[in-house]
């Protein structure tokens, strides 16, 4: 069965470091998403790609946020100066279009120290 | 501000019992509802949508939707134990717009 899949699955970073974490939407999947969840919080809408660019973005996705499709599977989110804050499970989910149904994968936890 | 309300729990309900989750959300345009399950440091996991007013049953879970209540809810008949999770309640408004996720219920199902 198609999935979404990311990497890594757990990344410790210092305060100020860039990360960039990556994701393998699912093949036939035209819309693009990342989510956080801050630990026992709920999941938190971060930033839509749809058409190589972004459709929609939240509050939470300043300019410290950013995405890129740089090829036609891989979906990057880069975080360009981690804070102490950014400590979260990212999720990246893709749909199909026609199809409202998001599936999600398996998350990055990041954990900035 | 749209809003997506579920009561935190936990719900506890013995094997084999129904367990009956509910969600209430505030934009009244809101077009597709879903059900995610949510294991313990683990993604969600999407096992029921619907769309339009009534029941929508699959296999053990059944969805049900009103939409002049604004209120989803989601019953899982034959209630095991490997069915204690969080379960989520999303909403989008429109076509393939960004889900607004509830807090969660947290279901027990005790042996």
């Known amino acids: 069965e198609p999935e979404v899949t990311q990497t890594p699955s757990h990344q410790v970073t210092q305060m100020g470091q860039e990360v960039i974490l990556r994701c393998v939407p699912i093949s036939n999947h035209l819309y693009f998403y990342w989510y956080r969840q801050i630990l026992g919080q709920k999941v938190e809408f971060l930033v839509s790609?749809?058409?190589?660019?972004?459709?929609?973005k939240s509050e939470i996705f300043d300019d410290q946020f950013s995405v890129e499709r740089p090829d036609g599977s891989n979906f990057t989110l880069k975080i360009r100066s981690t804070k102490l804050e950014d400590s979260a499970m990212y999720f990246c989910?893709?749909?199909?279009?026609?199809?409202?149904?998001?599936?999600f994968g398996q998350g990055t936890r990041l954990t900035v120290v | 501000q749209k809003e997506v309300e579920q009561n935190s729990g936990p719900l506890s309900v013995p094997e084999g019992a129904i367990a009956s989750l509910n969600c209430t959300y505030s934009d009244r345009v809101s077009q597709s509802f879903f059900w995610y399950r949510q294991y313990s440091g683990k993604s969600p996991e999407l096992i029921m949508s619907?769309?339009?007013?009534g029941d929508k049953e699959d296999g053990r879970f059944t969805a049900q939707l009103n939409k002049a209540s604004q209120y989803v809810s989601l019953l899982i008949r034959d209630s095991q134990p490997s069915d204690s999770a969080t379960y989520l309640c999303a909403v989008n408004h429109r076509g393939n717009t960004p889900l607004v996720f509830g807090k969660g219920t947290r279901l027990s199902v005790i042996a």
């Open positions: 989910a893709s749909s199909g279009a026609g199809n409202t149904e998001a599936f």
């Open positions: 790609f749809y058409n190589n660019e972004i459709s929609e």
């Open positions: 619907i769309y339009s007013n």
